[in-house]
């Protein structure tokens, strides 16, 4: 009998899983034939497995291989491969790409007159159904899409998009010089969303207060709601509650460790920038400044004898402990500051 060699190759254990990664990451860089070929090698591991079809399809696309992009989707949703309304969106991409708008009318008329579209997603369907019977009507002549379709730069990724913080940060980064008028409603739900990630909403909230937008909006972060004017809110630096922590701060830690003070100091700064816009609370200065001192000698490796540091600040053992806390829980969600500067 002959060995077949072959048959006894074991693959490396989640390579199906690294290789998704992979190609996922080569995605997001724009390397799309790298991500297409890893794509496709982990399909040959897993041919039912939605994420894989997706890539494939989305780097097709972005290659301008739209008639093949166009066939995976078509599969995909005739097989019902992944979440039906994500590859929907994909499709219809590609549909107004290859300028086939008597497809995508007929596609959001069957899809709306079985009364399933979820609600973040109807009045988007609505629009691009709108759009797409005046092209059929114009005979194809061109219309301004960005007009008719406000935001359809991120039609293919709206399902997507709300769970990856990449795509938010650098979309909202992308709107640092464009007119934010047809993009105020992507902000907002950004702003309102309890799962956005908070760094997320503060860098929406200052690309706000750049455009002096001079209108309430509503966001929701740890828990709270509020409504504040972008327009007349203040910068984390005129603070004055942040300003006195660290005059505080300064006088007792940066004398003794300037060094360390500086640390602490870029600490406190990130936890502003992670709250903002709400407040610290307590709104004691002497607490935070405490708090500040105890984390940052934590943090390096430095031991003070019980009740020294809440003596020296003339401020409760419990408090301290407690604003501790919150500082070191809020670090935690910084790393997209630090991305960010």
């Not at 591991?45 to 290659?63: Q, S, T, V, Y």
């Not at 909230?205 to 509020?226: A, H, R, S």
């Not at 816009?277 to 400044?289: G, K, R």
């Not at 409760?316 to 997209?336: D, I, Q, T």
Request: hydrophobic fraction near 40%.
């Amino acid at each position: 009998m002959k060995n077949d060699k072959h048959s006894k190759i074991i693959p490396f254990p989640n390579l199906k899983e690294r290789l998704i990664d992979k190609g996922m990451e080569a995605l997001k860089n724009k390397h799309y034939q790298e991500a297409l070929e890893l794509f496709s090698e982990a399909k040959h591991m897993d041919e039912d497995k939605a994420e894989i079809h997706l890539g494939i399809a989305l780097c097709l696309m972005e290659m301008g291989e739209l008639q093949e992009a166009k066939r995976v989707c078509k599969q995909m949703l005739n097989e019902d491969i992944g979440h039906y309304f994500t590859v929907l969106q994909v499709y219809l991409t590609i549909l107004i790409q290859l300028k086939e708008y008597e497809e995508v009318q007929l596609t959001i008329e069957a899809v709306l007159q079985e009364n399933q579209v979820p609600a973040e997603n109807a009045e988007q369907f609505y629009k691009l159904l709108e759009f797409s019977r005046k092209m059929n009507e114009s005979n194809g002549e061109d219309i301004e899409l960005e007009e008719e379709v406000p935001e359809l730069e991120n039609w293919m990724n709206t399902s997507l998009f709300m769970e990856d913080p990449n795509q938010q940060m650098q979309y909202i980064q992308s709107l640092k010089d464009r007119n934010l008028a047809k993009h105020m409603k992507t902000i907002k739900t950004l702003l309102e969303e309890p799962e956005v990630h908070p760094v997320i909403k503060t860098m929406a909230l200052q690309l706000l207060m750049e455009n002096e937008y001079d209108k309430k909006v509503t966001i929701t972060k740890f828990g709270e709601t509020l409504s504040p004017v972008p327009s007349k809110l203040s910068d984390l630096s005129d603070m004055p509650f942040a300003k006195k922590v660290l005059n505080l701060l300064d006088d007792v830690l940066g004398s003794e460790n300037p060094t360390l003070f500086e640390a602490v100091k870029e600490l406190w700064i990130r936890h502003l920038y992670v709250l903002f816009p709400l407040v610290p609370t307590p709104p004691d200065a002497a607490i935070w400044a405490a708090a500040l001192h105890s984390t940052g000698y934590g943090m390096h490796g430095i031991t003070l004898g019980t009740g020294e540091i809440e003596a020296l600040y003339e401020v409760s053992e419990y408090g301290v402990r407690e604003a501790s806390r919150k500082l070191l829980e809020v670090e935690e969600l910084s790393y997209f500051y630090e991305r960010e500067q």
